[in-house]
């Protein structure tokens, strides 16, 4: 995903949207944000777990 951007929003002229298409995009845009956030922290949360060691198992003694 390297350079992956919401490519269609920076070309978008704001000042020439209706109030429906304003509040409509402003909705989508909060959707995507919020499901970018989940994956941000489901990815922090995955590399937490890699940096964790294996415990090591206990050698038993005879």
């Known amino acids: 995903m390297r350079g992956h ?12 949207l209706s109030d ?9 845009l909060r959707k995507q944000k919020k499901e970018l956030q989940d994956a941000l922290r489901d990815a922090n949360k995955a590399l937490s777990a890699l940096k964790k060691k ?5 050698s038993k003694k005879k």
């Open 20 to 28: 429906d298409e304003r509040k409509a995009l402003t909705e989508l």
């Open 5 to 16: 951007t919401m490519g269609y929003a920076k070309y978008i002229d704001f000042s020439g």
């Open 54 to 58: 294996p415990k090591k198992k206990k």
